[in-house]
């Protein structure tokens, strides 16, 4: 049974790839309004996992549920219609090189909406305006860094005004200063559209400073093995393996 604020469940969730068994026995719950951090070493599964709550990949057993409604079982109209409330950032931005931001922001508007080419126009500039990148729409994503093609990925994901907004290694090729900036414009964009995000990370210094809950996938046992809060995992946990994830760099793993 649902607990009243569950946005997305994954109950007893296996991932495989033919008959080797990745991860095995998942279940957890995001609530409304988390920034759920999905953690664990090299190999456990992580982006795996983000591709099986979003339909890309298809469980050995299991499911995921959004709101009580299980989009596993679902029939491929209703996934569509719950697809479209997610919002998804992909590890290189992914982005279109052939087209301009103001045109890669546009394009699920111009497939998923009535509006003509000014409102998409207008409503890709006011997506980029909010991650900081007002000015850019008629550049093209070779012409702007890494850190900047995020936030215009990250503006594209947003387009649809997503209730969910996942993402994958949102830090992998940033320096540290843009990492921070882009951890604080997620949590600033989860507070003004009350979106519920999930992201899959290691880094320590996003883990802490934007996750509200966790859970944390085992490499050796291939499953997980803690779930809550990062800071409370990382003081209170009993497994010394997430002990040791949490405090690395520290000098008391």
Avoid at 15 to 37: E, K, P
């Amino acid at each position: 049974m649902s607990t009243p604020d569950a946005h997305i469940e994954v109950r007893h969730l296996t991932m495989a790839y033919g008959s080797f068994v990745v991860m095995n026995d998942l279940s957890f719950t995001i609530r409304r309004g988390d920034v759920f951090i999905i953690m664990g070493g090299s190999g456990s599964g992580k982006s795996t996992l983000l591709q099986h709550m979003i339909g890309l990949r298809e469980p050995a057993a299991g499911e995921v549920l959004y709101e009580g409604v299980s989009f596993t079982r679902a029939e491929p109209e209703v996934r569509m219609r719950l697809l479209r409330r997610c919002g998804v950032l992909y590890q290189g931005g992914g982005l279109w090189s052939s087209m301009t931001l103001a045109e890669n922001i546009g394009l699920p508007l111009s497939q998923f909406t009535p509006l003509g080419p000014r409102d998409v126009r207008e409503l890709a500039s006011f997506k980029l305006a909010l991650v900081g990148l007002r000015g850019f729409e008629d550049f093209y994503p070779s012409e702007i860094s890494g850190g900047m093609q995020k936030r215009a990925g990250l503006a594209r994901a947003m387009a649809l005004d997503p209730d969910v907004l996942f993402f994958d290694e949102p830090g992998a090729g940033l320096d540290p200063i843009s990492s921070r900036r882009l951890d604080d414009l997620i949590v600033e964009l989860r507070d003004s559209l009350g979106a519920t995000v999930v992201v899959v990370t290691h880094e320590l210094a996003s883990i802490f400073a934007i996750g509200t809950n966790s859970v944390f996938l085992d490499t050796d046992r291939r499953t997980m093995t803690a779930a809550g809060p990062p800071r409370v995992l990382r003081d209170e946990s009993p497994d010394p393996t997430v002990r040791r994830f949490l405090r690395r760099g520290d000098g008391t793993g």
